[in-house]
């Protein structure tokens, strides 16, 4: 079984949409989880970042982990054009300098 | 402006020949990475360095080198044996402590030609 799994998409969704990316992890020690966005041909950037289980909301993004069930989620709401991007899901354990990264979920808003 | 500096944006290497990426950083971060990105494949980790003159190999090593001469600076050098070295290259770093988060430079094209 892989540490992170992402489904890669594509994802479509029409603009004003709500979007739910989500991935599913196998270590139990994780403790620290990490959202990035990718443009095309770009570095990721940091989009959300959570420590333990919980929600965190930033403007249109919410992150939620869900420790019991390995399961964390990134929710956009009125998506729009500009969301275009994949998203990565990472994660990391305590005490580790290493981040174990999903394959990324391509997202495609539609004006 | 803080942040990491990934140069060259594209790179074409010839057959039997070493190039090398640099990747500069002013964010004051003790550890810094390197991840190859191929469509489809996700990030894969090449080597990291958590402190000046000491580095680890990551997942995919083979046919890569890399050196930690100074805190800013973490260059990656592809060599000829590595034969598959098209791939978009990715530098990152992060603070020292658990749960740091990582920062990603802009990232290098590399293709054969």
């Known amino acids: 079984q892989k540490e992170v799994e992402q489904d890669p998409g594509p994802l479509s969704v029409p603009e004003g949409a709500i979007v739910s990316l989500n991935c599913t992890y196998s270590n139990s020690a994780f403790q620290y989880f990490m959202w990035y966005r990718q443009y095309s041909r770009k570095g990721p950037e940091l989009l959300m970042y959570?420590?333990?289980?919980g929600n965190k909301e930033d403007g249109r993004f919410t992150a939620q982990v869900d420790k019991s069930s390995k399961y964390i989620s990134l929710f956009i709401r009125d998506s729009q054009p500009s969301d275009s991007a994949t998203y990565l899901c990472?994660?990391?354990?305590?005490?580790?300098?290493?981040?174990?990264f999903g394959k990324g979920t391509k997202l495609s808003v539609i004006p | 402006d803080g942040g990491i500096t990934q140069s060259p944006k594209y790179l074409f290497r010839k057959e039997g020949q070493n190039v090398t990426l640099s990747c500069e950083q002013n964010l004051n971060h003790d550890a810094m990475y390197w991840y190859r990105q191929d469509p489809g494949q996700g990030l894969r980790l090449i080597y990291y360095?958590?402190?000046?003159?000491?580095?680890q190999k990551g997942d995919i090593a083979e046919g890569y080198s890399v050196s930690r001469e100074k805190k800013e600076s973490f260059p990656l050098t592809v060599t000829s044996a590595q034969k598959n070295p098209t791939a978009f290259y990715l530098c990152a770093s992060r603070a020292r402590g658990a749960g740091e988060k990582l920062f990603f430079g802009s990232g290098t094209q590399l293709s054969v030609l």
């Open positions: 990472a994660i990391a354990g305590a005490g580790s300098y290493q981040l174990t």
């Open positions: 959570t420590y333990s289980s």
């Open positions: 360095s958590q402190i000046v003159n000491d580095f």
